[in-house]
């Protein structure tokens, strides 16, 4: 089986595409070569394709997605405070279906049905927004210790950590 070898003109493309300022995945599609292709002839040149400017747009969208967790964090309390309300509330408007239609009814409770799902849907949006919490708060060094303390057990070390 004949092997597709890199050829001067390749070369040339790659050098000159690079100079252009075009990705690597840009430079592979054109000359129609794997991006791996791309990367070798590139590091045999002396090229190498600036990631400064990736780093910049990730660190931009983990900006955006931390100011995003945070709103809807807001949101998640918000309305578990509104549940909160309607369970503490003097009045408890109860809303079925009847053979007349959908009726309303005022009572001073709350029925246990109603208590027990408004219930849970508040502590699911509390627990959703803890979550989120943890998303931004986790420095990752609880993560690091743990996979430590594994790797001494694996090797036999005994460690002060419990």
């Known amino acids: 089986?004949?092997?597709?070898?890199?050829?001067?003109?390749?070369?040339?493309?790659?050098?000159?595409?690079?100079?252009?300022?075009?990705?690597?995945?840009?430079?592979?599609?054109?000359?129609?070569?794997?991006?791996?292709?791309?990367?070798?002839?590139?590091?045999?040149?002396?090229?190498?394709?600036?990631?400064?400017?990736?780093?910049?747009?990730?660190?931009?969208?983990?900006v955006d997605n931390r100011s995003r967790r945070a709103d809807i964090v807001g949101r998640l309390y918000s309305r578990a405070e509104r549940i909160l309300g309607r369970l503490e509330a003097d009045q408890y408007t109860f809303t079925a279906t009847t053979i007349n239609g959908i009726e309303s009814k005022a009572l001073d409770h709350v029925p246990a049905p109603d208590e027990k799902a408004l219930a849970s849907a508040m502590s699911t949006h509390l627990s959703t927004a803890a979550k989120l919490e943890q998303v931004d708060a986790d420095t990752g060094a609880e993560g690091a210790r743990s996979m430590l303390d594994g790797l001494a057990v694996a090797l036999g070390i005994v460690t002060g950590t419990t």
Not at 18 to 44: C, F, L, M, Q, Y
């Open 1 to 62: 089986m004949p092997r597709n070898l890199i050829t001067e003109t390749d070369r040339e493309r790659v050098r000159e595409l690079h100079t252009e300022g075009k990705t690597r995945n840009d430079i592979a599609r054109e000359i129609n070569r794997s991006p791996s292709t791309v990367t070798g002839i590139s590091r045999a040149l002396g090229l190498s394709f600036d990631r400064s400017a990736t780093a910049a747009a990730t660190h931009a969208r983990q």
